[in-house]
Nanobody, 116 residues
Framework: QVQLVESGGGLVQAGGSLRLSCAASRNIFSINFMGWYRQAPGKQRELVAIISSGGGYTNYADSVKGRFTIYRDNAKNSVYLQMNSLKPDDTAVYSC?????????WGQGTQVTVSS
C-alpha cells in the first residue's frame, strides 16, 4: 500500500518554470516505477515521465524532452518533476503514479496552467 500526494501546481506564464512534488507514504525504493501523467481537457491521459526504483532509468514523452526532468529523493520518499520552458500546451492536470508488482496507485492530481 502506498498513498501519493502531489503539490506544486499553479499558474505560470509561457517560458516559466514549476516544480511538481509527489510525496509517498512509505519508502519508494521497492516501487518498480514511478511517473507523472497529465490530462488536458478534451484529450486522453498521457505519460509525461517515468523513473525506475533505483533512479537509473528514465523516459520522457517526446513533447517534453529537454524541458522536463524527473528525479527522486529517497530520504524524503519523494519524486519530483522540474518543468522548464513551459508552453500553453502543457496545461493539464498532472497526476503522480506508482507501479508496484501488484497494484497501480494514483495521487489526486494538481492543476498546471500555462498562459500565453
Amino acid at each position: 500500500q502506498v498513498q501519493l500526494v502531489e503539490s506544486g501546481g499553479g499558474l505560470v506564464q509561457a517560458g516559466g518554470s514549476l516544480r511538481l512534488s509527489c510525496a509517498a507514504s512509505r519508502n519508494i525504493f521497492s516501487i518498480n516505477f514511478m511517473g507523472w501523467y497529465r490530462q488536458a481537457p478534451g484529450k486522453q491521459r498521457e505519460l509525461v515521465a517515468i523513473i525506475s526504483s533505483g533512479g537509473g532509468y528514465t523516459n520522457y514523452a517526446d513533447s517534453v524532452k529537454g524541458r522536463f526532468t524527473i528525479y527522486r529523493d529517497n530520504a524524503k520518499n519523494s519524486v519530483y518533476l522540474q518543468m522548464n520552458s513551459l508552453k500553453p500546451d502543457d496545461t493539464a492536470v498532472y497526476s503522480c503514479n506508482a507501479l508496484t508488482g501488484r497494484t497501480n496507485y494514483w495521487g489526486q492530481g494538481t492543476q498546471v496552467t500555462v498562459s500565453s
